[in-house]
Every structure is written in structure tokens, then in C-alpha cells.
């Protein structure tokens, strides 16, 4: 009795292990400083083609300045591939210079933000070099105006 017990709490516990370790491998969490963004993740929204979300993008406030991260999901978390960051303002227009490079996990870019608009964009492309994703929140027009 005593031994059935014991293995069916080795059981749950090795379950509990593996979804918490895939868990942590497959969905990043939003934490300011994993992804060098300071102040509060204010908005995230997943970067998704053809039912694939290929990364998830926090918005993060700190009463000035503006950060935006882009996270790879998936497949790709973890698996060097260019992935880009952009901001605009209504205010500057653009805001340069964006973060554009091959990571493994993710983009990242800080902007000021009192008292103005923003919008953001993401860009993803495949480990191969095509452009899947150019995604631009909001559509059109401004948010989380500051």
C-alpha cells in the first residue's frame, strides 16, 4: 500500500516538473528585467501568421519611458533569427534606431514617451530570411498615449 502511494506521488511530481519546465521554455514570462525594459509591462499582444504566434510583444511604462520587447514563441524561441523592434511617436514620428538583429530570445527598445503617443511595430522572419510577420499596433493612428 505504502509503495503504491509512494510511486503515484513520484508520478505527479515528475508531471509537475515537466509541465513547469516546459512551461518556462515555452512560454517566457513578461519580467522587466529578463528583457531590459524598466517600469511596468502596460500592454502585450502575441505576434501571430497563419496560427502561428511567433512571438509575444510586451509594452512596458515607467512614468518617461517607453520599452518594448519582442519574445519568441515557439519554435523559434531560442533559435537565432532576426527579429526587430520599432517605435513612433506623435510627437518625432519615428523614433530611431529601433533594435534590429539575430537573436535568440528576443528585441528590445527604449523610447521616451511623457506626453506623447506611441505606436509600435514587430518584425519577424524566418530562420530561412523571409518576412513573416510586420506587425503595427495599433493598425493605424496612436496608443497609450503618456
Request: proline share 3%; glycine share 10%; hydrophobic share 40%.
Amino acid at each position: 500500500m505504502k509503495r503504491a502511494r509512494l510511486g503515484r506521488l513520484a508520478t505527479v511530481l515528475a508531471v509537475s516538473l515537466a509541465s513547469v519546465v516546459a512551461g518556462a521554455v515555452n512560454a517566457p514570462t513578461a519580467s522587466a528585467a529578463e528583457y531590459g525594459c524598466d517600469g511596468s509591462v502596460i500592454d502585450s499582444w502575441n505576434n501571430v501568421d497563419g496560427g502561428v504566434t511567433y512571438a509575444t510583444t510586451y509594452l512596458y511604462w515607467d512614468g518617461t519611458y517607453n520599452c518594448v520587447a519582442a519574445v519568441k514563441r515557439g519554435a523559434y524561441y531560442g533559435v537565432r533569427s532576426r527579429i526587430a523592434v520599432h517605435a513612433w511617436t506623435d510627437a518625432t514620428g519615428y523614433v530611431p534606431p529601433g533594435d534590429d538583429g539575430n537573436y535568440l530570445y528576443y528585441a528590445n527598445f527604449s523610447f521616451y514617451g511623457r506626453n506623447r503617443c506611441i505606436a509600435v511595430e514587430t518584425d519577424i522572419w524566418t530562420t530561412s530570411g523571409r518576412l513573416v510577420i510586420q506587425d503595427h499596433v495599433p493598425s493605424s493612428g496612436w496608443f497609450h498615449c503618456g
